[in-house]
C-alpha cells in the first residue's frame, strides 16, 4: 500500500510541474476550500462537481448546497462577490446533477450553469462523469467618439470529463479533463479556455480522518503556473463537527486555508454549514472568507399509492446480517450472534395474489439477507429473496415496498447511503434475476431514522457530592442490544 500511494504522489508532483495554470473561481466547494482546493479524489457534496464530475457517482441520496463568498474586502468603489448552487439527485442507475454559479461586480459579471451525470461502469468502484457547461460574461459598454456605443458579453459552451476509482478501501483517485472543447470566450478577438487536467488522491486514514492532493495543469503557458493543494481534515463526533487544514502553491502565488463544518440532525433530515478561511501568502491579496450551506433531504419520497384499509398482519422474519460499517465506535461486532428483527408487515387483502404471497412469507422464518462488510454486494440469504421473487413473477399485479433501516448510531448521511444501497441491491435482485418490472418495486433507505427500539435507557447512580454527602443522579446510558434490533430490512405490498 505505501508504494502504492508514492507512486500516485509521485504522479501528482510531475503533472503537477508540466503546464501552467490559473485560479478558476467555480472550480471548489468550501469544504475543499479549508484543505488548499484539494478535492478531486474525493468530490462527494453538491458543490464539487466541477473539481470532478464523477464524484456524483457516490451520490445515494439528495443533496442541495448554497454558498456565498465575497471576494477581495475593503475594496471602495466595488463589490465583487461569488455565488453557488449546487443540486444532486439520484436517477436509477446514474446520478443527476445541477449547478449554478455568477461572480459578479458593479461593471462585470460571469455566469455558469452545468448539467452533470455519472455513472458506475466496468467494475465496482470505478464512476465516470460529464459536465456541460454554458459559460457566459457581460462587462462594461464601449463608448465611442461619436457617441455610439457597444455591449461586451459572450456565451459559449464547454465539456469536462471525469473519472473517479477506488484503489483500495484505503485509497480513492481521480483525474478530471477540464474544458474539453476549448470553448472560446472571447468577444473581440478568439480567447479560448484552456484544456485543464486535474488529478488528485484521497487517503482516508480512518472513518474520521482524509488527506488529500491534487494538481492542475493546463496547455496554456502564457499565464499562472502549475498548481499545487494539499489538506487534510478530521471528523469528530460520529461525523457532526470537522476541522479542515490546506495549503496551495502556484507561480502566481500561495496560501493557507482552514475550514470547519457542523452538521445537524433536523428530525428525518439532515443539515451543513461550512466555512473556509484563506490567507494568502503575499500582502497585496486580501484574505477570504467562505461560508456554505447544506441540505440533505432524508430520502427520495415514494410515489403515491392506494391506501390500503384492511388490517395488517404482522409476520416474523428472521435475522439480516450486520453490516460492519452502521456499528457505533466502541461495540464490537458479535459474529456468532443471530440479531432479533422485527416483524415484516404486510397488509392484509382479499385478493388472492396478496394471499399467495402472505402465505409464501408465512410458511416459516425468512433466511437471513446477508451483505458484504461494505454493505454494497448480497452475499447470502438469496433463499428469502427468490420466494418473494417467484412469488411476484407468478402473480404480476403486485407492487411490493423493500425499506431498508440502520441503527442510529454512526453518521446519519452514511447510514443513508448504506441503507439506500441495501434496498436498491434487493430490487436490483429481483429485477435481474426475475425480469421484474422496476415499477412494481419501491425501495427507500432511511438510515437510523425510524428506530423502534429505544437505544438509551435513564438509570440512577450514587454519586458522593462536593460536601462528602451521597445523592442519586440520573444519568443515560447506551442499550447495544437495541442498538442492532433497530437494523432491518422490511418488505410491504402496496398493490
Known sequence: MKKLIIILLAIVFITGNSFCAFDDMYSTSIRAQGMGGAFCGLSDDAHSWLINPAGLGKIESTNIGLSYSQLYPGLVNDNISQNLVGVAYPKDNYIVGLTYASLSSQKYTELLYSISAAKQFFIDDLYFGINVKSLGWTGT??????????????TNFGVDLGVLYAVSEELDWGTNLINLNQPDIGSKIQEELPLKIRTGIC???????????????DNNLIVGGPQFSAGIEKWFKEKQYAVRGGMQSSLEGNSISLGASYRKDMNKDLLGIEIAYILPMEMKQSSIMRFSLLYWPGTV??????EVKEEQIEIPADEFEEVEEDLAPGIEE?????VETPAVIVPASGSKNIEETIEMIKSGKIAGVKFDKNGKNITGGTETLDKIGQSLATNTKIKIKIESHTPTTGDPLDNIDISNNQAKKVKDYFIEKYKISADRIECLGWGGMMPIYDVEEEIEENVIDEEGMEIKRKVKRKIPENIEKNRRIEFSIIK
Request: aromatic content about 10%.
Open 141 to 154: 459598454e464601449l463608448k465611442y467618439f461619436n457617441n455610439t456605443g457597444e455591449s461586451l458579453a459572450k
Open 203 to 217: 487517503y482516508k486514514y480512518s472513518e474520521e480522518l482524509n488527506v488529500l492532493m491534487d494538481a492542475e495543469i
Open 301 to 306: 419520497k415514494a410515489d403515491k399509492t392506494e
Open 334 to 338: 458479535k459474529k456468532e450472534e443471530k
